[in-house]
């Protein structure tokens, strides 16, 4: 129950109360009266206390509880307005705009030392979210050249060396140094479209000549797994957007699919349109998704694996990637998941006016 409704019950209450002690009092002075009548010398007059009761109640109580139960939820509605205003601006701050303050309305009362108090708070949120951004900028900025200067120097030491043994141990050196690099490359990406400070280069794009690209690309990823890439459906369709995000965004979705897959599994990738808007859908046939964890899955560093199974060697941050390009491109990415079942992405973005899907 809001506060709003439980004062005017609250409200209510006393004031009927009050009409009720208003009732019992002229029963009161009317049962004077009629005993004073009775002892006067006039003689004994029959009086009956109840009728002159029930007239002041319907001539003046009703009125009166009506009146100030319309004006006490007016004064009520008046009041917490400004509660109703804190509350719509506070739902709307989220990470990204912590810079804006909330209405205060100047008159120092209570509402308004608390809307001070939380204009604070959300200062002190962003200078954090300021402070953990840099920090991470500057940190994989600095990661970057170590990283280039020991591929380098790995690579360097893997030609001149004959030693199979030795190759071996430096052939994974370098793929851990490819991870980091790619961690790192992540990171950077994520940190600076948080702070929105990555420039989408927009261009009207043919979809299915995209998705068909990148229908090539997975099936040479695909062989090391022994799993069949397909394209079931590419309907023609355009739409206004980022080449090479959206690229990125097909190769990461792929990637999962392949890799998240039983060998001799299938990856079907299908692109139709749906009211107005296109649908990409990648499915796998791999273990599933237990539904535990399938909320979790678009978090930074979350791995399906619990124990990190070297057969599936990201990092954590693909599906954060993509659900960042598709929300930079207005649209919407879902997981839906059964173990031992199909596994189905399913991307929705807004196409061009003039593509066919419209």
């Known amino acids: 129950m809001t506060i709003r409704a439980r004062l005017t019950l609250w409200y209510a209450s006393v004031l009927s109360a009050t009409v009720l002690l208003m009732m019992a009092l002229s029963f009161v ?10 002892a006067s010398p006039e003689g004994y007059r029959e009086y009956d206390g109840w009728e002159d009761v029930a007239t002041i109640a319907l001539s003046c109580g009703l009125p009166a509880a009506i009146i100030g139960l319309a004006g006490g939820w007016w ?3 008046r009041a917490l307005a400004p509660v109703s205003a804190l509350t719509a601006v506070a739902s709307q701050l989220h990470e990204r705009n912590l810079g804006e303050r909330l209405p205060r309305t100047g008159n120092h009362d209570e509402l308004d030392q608390l809307t001070a108090v939380f204009n604070s708070m959300t200062e002190r949120l962003e200078l954090s979210f300021n402070r953990i951004r840099e920090f991470t900028l500057h940190a994989s900025h600095e990661l970057k050249t170590p990283l280039t200067v020991m591929r380098g120097e790995l690579e360097l030491a893997l030609e001149e060396n004959p030693d199979p043994l030795l190759r071996e141990r430096l052939l994974s050196q370098i793929d851990e140094i490819a991870r980091l690099t790619n961690i790192v490359d992540g990171l950077t990406l ?4 948080d702070a929105g400070q990555v420039v989408l280069q927009r261009e009207t794009l043919t979809l299915e000549e995209l ?22 459906r590419c309907d023609p369709m355009s739409l206004p957007g980022d080449r090479h995000r959206l690229r990125q965004l097909l190769l990461n979705l ?3 699919a392949i890799k998240y897959n039983h060998p001799g ?29 399938l909320p979790r899955v678009f978090d930074r560093f979350f791995r399906g694996d619990p124990a990190h199974s070297p057969t599936a060697d990201g990092c954590g941050l693909g599906l954060s990637i993509a659900q960042w390009i598709v929300k930079a491109h207005a649209g919407s990415i879902g997981i839906t998941s059964q ?14 006016p003039d593509s066919p899907a419209t």
């Open 254 to 256: 792929t990637d999962n």
């Open 190 to 193: 994520l940190t600076k479209a």
């Open 265 to 293: 599994g299938t990856v079907s990738l299908a692109l139709t349109a749906a009211g107005g808007a296109a649908e990409i859908t990648i499915s796998n046939s791999g273990p599933g998704i237990p539904p535990e964890i």
């Open 339 to 352: 173990p031992g079942g199909l596994t189905i992405v399913t991307v929705h973005l807004p196409v061009a």
């Open 29 to 38: 002075e009317l049962a004077r009266e009629r005993a004073a009548a009775q």
């Open 75 to 77: 004064v009520m509605r």
């Open 211 to 232: 998705l068909t690209d990148c229908l090539a690309d997975a099936q040479i990823l695909a062989r090391p797994y022994q799993v069949e890439v397909q394209l079931t």
